[in-house]
């Protein structure tokens, strides 16, 4: 088998296994996967930004915010779930550009002060708006979507509505990674004095990635507001911006599986591992600093090694003599 | 004939120095201008005001009689000049195939048909061309941070004709290159030369590669131009007798 149709191959098994994997499971699992799941998205769109373009952005936290409550100020007064997709996916598409553009005109990086000031503000709006936003009671009675006739109101169906989501947005970016504009990012990423000589447009393509970015974490807030059908200001700070790259750096940043595994490592592993309670966060940290410190490529890395490890091996014993 | 290439009066200055001090020239499509002159004679600086890496400090170049002083890489790009390295610049990640790709791909179609077309930006069978004209064959799959300095320098060289340029700048094609590979690169500058009427402005310090290969020759010292004109009279002037460069 030739690695394309391998890794089509794998991804084929690995839909597979996510769908069945909460069958059997209790409700709270389900709740567990949605949010996986959205983090995932989350931490997608902040892979192009960084793994992709090498910028880094401080604010996911706040396109996830701004996803959320334009989705639950928008469902609760009666307009579709697609109306919130495309206000929160255009909000963010335009905020990320608007924020990407001052910082790309400097020399230095500027991104991270821009993103991060940007993501106080949006907090302190979510807080102290109140005409708007609830403030801190936040906006409660969010409802879940119907699909073609078919409720989501259930644990197990909204799980699979989350499924569905990282399938399309998966989907949308392996075909950006494949198409020119993916070879432009990693055109520019490599070698910005050469990709300029050959008429790549290294500021546009990387605003671009910035925007898209910031636009499939508005996606993921529209998730997360039906998934919890509720938001207040409290998950939005720079804690979740932080804890977003860390699973991007985690999981293997550049890579396309990398989230999937950075996502997971943060939000279903404490699961898994509640018995651990607060040391769980100590060794999380531990694991990062580690894993930065001897496989910088993260686990994504860390799986090219241990496979290259088991196929030297399988080709010497496949040499070695009966 | 209107030049394609016309440098005037261009200077630049580092205080009180002048590196490049006034030159002026001009290249009517289809030549081919070598310029030489000692390290130090401020040949490179030359090519950054003509590329716009460098703002010259005086003097102004045009393409086709447009002024393009100080312009942008990729809009120099898109007006059809093309450049490569003295030291090969890749994207050391891509596949050869890629580099070539991403190194056409920009002057196909708009932006929004380079998402939703197809992923070789339909470049794959002129990036099988190059490879095979620039003799890197067997190597389309290959990383191209893993191939030998020469092939580096190859694909280099490749890449700038992907766009199908009208102007080529060439930093010291020769350079780092192996005695076999120099007489069939210039071979294959000569036939692009020849067949698709591409003007080549080269800077090289290997003379003897250059003196078969330019219709034109443009000598520097200190910055400041001491011949210029067609091959045969500048090589009869005696202006290079002590150039070695």
Not at chain 2, 162 to 180: G, I, N, Q
Request: charged share 15%; glycine share 10%.
């Amino acid at each position: 088998m030739n690695p394309a149709t391998l890794r089509y191959a794998a991804a084929g098994i690995g839909a597979l296994v996510l769908i069945a994997l909460p069958l059997g499971l209790p409700d709270y699992s389900h709740y567990v996967l949605s949010l996986w799941a959205l983090t995932t998205i989350a931490a997608i769109g902040l892979n192009l930004t960084f793994g992709y373009v090498g910028q880094i952005s401080l604010g996911q936290a706040a396109f996830v915010g701004i996803g959320a409550y334009v989705t639950a100020l928008l469902t609760t007064r009666g307009w579709p779930l697609l109306a919130a997709y495309v206000l929160a996916f255009a909000a963010c598409f335009a905020l990320g550009s608007g924020l990407g553009y001052p910082a790309l005109r400097a020399r230095r990086p500027l991104l991270p002060f821009i993103t991060l000031a940007f993501g106080t503000f949006v907090f302190l709006v979510f807080r102290n708006e109140d005409w708007l936003t609830g403030g801190i009671y936040g906006i409660n009675r969010v409802p879940r979507p119907s699909l073609f006739g078919l409720s989501t109101a259930a644990p197990l169906g909204f799980y699979y509505f989350c499924l569905f989501n990282l399938v399309v947005v998966t989907a949308a970016v392996w075909w950006l990674r494949r198409s020119p504009w993916g070879r432009a990012f990693a055109a520019l990423r490599a070698n910005p004095l050469r990709a300029e000589a050959v008429g790549i447009d290294t500021r546009l393509y990387t605003l671009i990635a910035i925007a898209l970015g910031a636009a499939l974490g508005g996606v993921a807030g529209v998730l997360y507001a039906a998934l919890l059908q509720y938001v207040d200001p409290t998950p939005f700070s720079l804690t979740m911006s932080v804890s977003l790259l860390l699973m991007v750096v985690m999981g293997g940043s550049g890579r396309s599986l990398g989230p999937f595994l950075g996502a997971a490592a943060a939000v279903v592993l404490p699961e898994g591992l509640r018995f651990a309670q607060n040391y769980y966060l100590l060794g999380y940290a531990l694991a990062v600093i580690l894993l930065m410190a001897f496989w910088p490529a993260g686990l994504m890395g860390l799986f090219d090694r241990l496979l290259t490890m088991v196929m030297k091996l399988s080709a010497a014993s496949a040499k070695a003599p009966p | 004939m209107t030049a394609l290439l016309s440098v005037n009066n261009l200077t630049r200055r580092f205080g009180r120095r002048a590196a490049v001090d006034a030159v002026s020239f001009e290249i009517a499509p289809g030549e081919i201008l070598g310029v030489v002159g000692p390290g130090g004679s401020g040949k490179s600086i030359l090519f950054d005001c003509i590329l716009g890496r460098l703002a010259p400090s005086a003097g102004e170049v045009r393409l086709d009689g447009r002024p393009v002083t100080g312009m942008r890489a990729r809009d120099m790009s898109r007006l059809g000049v093309a450049r490569t390295f003295q030291r090969a610049q890749l994207f050391p990640q891509l596949t050869v195939r890629d580099n070539l790709i991403a190194a056409g791909q920009e002057r196909r179609g708009s932006l929004w048909s380079r998402l939703v077309g197809p992923p070789d930006a339909g470049l794959a069978d002129t990036a099988a061309e190059m490879i095979a004209f620039f003799r890197l064959d067997g190597l389309a799959v290959q990383t191209a941070g893993n191939l030998s300095e020469g092939q580096q320098k190859l694909l280099d060289i490749a890449m700038a004709f992907m766009a199908r340029p009208r102007l080529v700048v060439l930093d010291e094609p020769a350079t780092d290159l192996d005695e076999t590979v120099r007489e069939p690169l210039r071979e294959r500058l000569r036939a692009i030369n020849a067949q698709a009427g591409t003007t080549f402005v080269i800077i090289e310090r290997n003379l003897d590669f250059m003196a078969s290969l330019v219709t034109h020759l443009l000598v520097l010292a200190e910055g400041r131009v001491v011949a210029l004109g067609d091959v045969q009279s500048v090589l009869a002037s005696g202006m290079l007798a002590s150039d070695d460069g």
